[in-house]
């Protein structure tokens, strides 16, 4: 499981859970939730896992607040004010991301995005390592358009 970590922001300091595909791989994002990463980082159902990928702080801001929402911590009417008051916050000490595997969490907290982990695999400068890619959901094969990833993409991660 993923989380996000909040420390130093007080009243908001916790850690929440960050899942947003169950066991299937289906995403679990709602539209609601679209709307509030679209609205507060920028990010399309499409660009989404380039967010990720590039460790885009305000991208897991915006993730930070909707898993404060799910958690019940805060209501949907507050979410823009937190997402304000954590974008003043200082990314990588005070909003962390974690996983259950600690590979994960020293590259998706430590390294900034395009360093290198010493993976041997690359497509090119700033491409991810074979640990970024794991903490994306994986991509769905229903044909549902809020989690395709274009063949070229595709391709271009598997080679």
Do not use: C
């Not at 066991?23 to 679209?38: A, C, N, P, Q, S």
């Not at 499409?46 to 911590?73: C, H, Q, S, Y």
């Not at 005070?94 to 041997?120: C, M, N, Q, R, Y």
């Amino acid at each position: 499981m993923d989380w996000i970590v909040i420390t130093g922001v007080k009243p908001y300091d916790g850690r929440y859970p960050l899942e947003f595909a169950d066991e299937d791989g289906e995403l679990t994002v709602t539209t609601r939730e679209w709307g509030w990463i679209k609205r507060l980082a920028g990010y399309h159902p499409m660009t989404f896992e380039d967010g990720l990928r590039n460790n885009d702080p305000e991208l897991l801001t915006a993730l930070a607040v909707i898993a404060m929402r799910r958690a019940d911590k805060i209501d949907r009417l507050e979410l823009p004010a937190v997402f304000e008051k954590l974008a003043d916050a200082p990314f990588g000490s005070k909003i962390l991301f974690e996983s259950d595997t600690a590979e994960e969490v020293d590259t998706a907290v430590s390294d900034p995005p395009g360093s290198s982990t010493g993976s041997e695999r690359s497509s090119g400068t700033g491409s991810p390592t074979d640990s970024e890619t794991l903490v994306l959901p994986p991509p769905n094969g229903s044909g549902i358009h809020a989690s395709a990833v274009s063949v070229s993409d595709r391709q271009m991660w598997e080679t």
